[in-house]
């Protein structure tokens, strides 16, 4: 399968922002939505944020409503999470995923998934309080 790369994370103090890529070296990202997951340690997969293919839209999980930003570049296939305000909850391996559509995630609450590439390794962010 496919694998994802997210890239960009880092140490960061409270307060201060970040901004992670997806990239998929030999796949066309433009074909699918996005969406960006974390795992906190001793956690479970939390769905973050999704956007469509065509990036008409974009959802987001209350919890990093009007912190976080999605965007894609298809011209450059890749996808983007702005981070700013973090918080030390915020600290997690974040991954990125190819998805059908952002349809099941959102209305399943952000529990439910369907992914159409591997995880992949993420990329840690730690935020220090």
């Known amino acids: 399968e496919v694998q994802l790369q997210a890239s960009g994370g880092g140490l960061v103090q409270a307060g201060g922002s970040l901004r992670l890529s997806c990239a998929a070296p030999g796949f066309t990202l433009e074909d699918y939505a996005i969406g960006w997951f974390r795992q906190a340690p001793g956690e479970g997969r939390e769905g973050v944020s999704c956007?469509?293919?065509?990036?008409?839209?974009?959802y987001y999980v209350d919890s990093v409503k009007g912190r976080f930003t999605t965007s894609r570049d298809n011209a450059k296939n890749t996808v983007y999470l702005q981070m700013s305000n973090l918080e030390s909850e915020d600290t997690a391996v974040y991954y990125c995923?190819?998805?059908?559509?952002?349809?099941?995630?959102?209305?399943?609450?952000?529990?439910?998934?369907?992914?159409?590439?591997?995880w992949g390794q993420g990329t840690l962010v730690t935020v220090s309080s």
């Open positions: 956007i469509s293919s065509d990036g008409a839209n974009r």
């Open positions: 995923a190819a998805l059908i559509s952002c349809n099941l995630l959102v209305q399943s609450g952000w529990v439910a998934v369907v992914i159409r590439s591997d």
